[in-house]
């Protein structure tokens, strides 16, 4: 029997008119806990990054801290020891926060992805797309009073934007009405140490808004 496109097509009419699917709408996240978003992460196997990783790394802090850090994606020493920002970035990080006088206790920290990209290539957008309701929780968790996305890959996904990092260095945002502070990773910054003096300027921006913010 000839489909409807078949007849279309004997009768030399074309291109074939279709309603356009529904696109279907992005699960919602579940309302998870801290002990079940912990749980989701190390049973992921959303995406293939879960095939290659030692253990998906959640995040390390304060809870209820007044500043979330988000990076990008563990590294090999994250996927090692199940933290964030523990190679020599992190070692750079630990200094800046010491700087601004706060310790790693004090804020908390996350990445993107919280599984490790092989030999740490940037997140594919599908892989971001399936892990991002794990970070958002946590956002909807901690409530941060200001977020500092450390790099381009993390100012890209809270911001929206592909704008380059220099640009959005400058600008004043927010994420679902939390302000939020744009710098260099601390990676990019062990690679070109001329960017350490831009980022402490950024973070002088952050500290003044937390100093304000009393
Ligand atoms: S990167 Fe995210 S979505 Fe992919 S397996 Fe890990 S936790 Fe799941």
Redesign the pocket.
């Known amino acids: 029997m000839l489909s409807r496109d078949d007849v279309f097509t004997e009768l030399g009419i074309g291109p074939v008119w279709r309603l356009r699917e529904t696109p279907a709408s992005p699960p919602s996240a579940p309302a998870y806990t801290w002990d079940t978003l912990a749980d989701?992460?190390a049973r992921?196997?959303?995406?293939?990054?879960?095939a290659t990783?030692t253990q998906?790394v959640l995040g390390v802090g304060d809870r209820n801290a007044d500043w979330l850090i988000i990076g990008e994606?563990p590294g090999a020493d994250e996927d090692a020891k199940g933290e964030p920002f523990v190679g020599r970035a992190g070692q750079l990080l630990n200094k800046i926060i010491v700087a601004m006088k706060l310790t790693r206790e004090e804020v908390y920290i996350a990445n993107i992805?919280?599984?490790r990209p092989p030999q740490n290539r940037d997140p594919l957008p599908a892989?971001v797309e399936?892990?991002e309701a794990?970070l958002r929780s946590q956002i909807k968790l901690i409530q941060p009073k200001y977020i500092c996305a450390l790099g381009r890959v993390a100012a890209h996904w809270l911001l929206k934007t592909d704008a380059p990092l220099g640009t959005l260095r400058t600008g004043n945002y927010t994420y679902e009405g939390i302000p939020v502070v744009v710098t260099y990773h601390p990676a990019a910054l062990l690679r070109n140490p001329a960017f350490k003096v831009p980022c402490w300027e950024d973070m002088k921006k952050l500290m003044a808004l937390l100093e304000n913010a009393g």
């Open positions: 989701a992460v992921c196997t959303a995406c293939k990054l879960s990783r998906g994606a992805l919280k599984c892989e399936c892990c794990y």
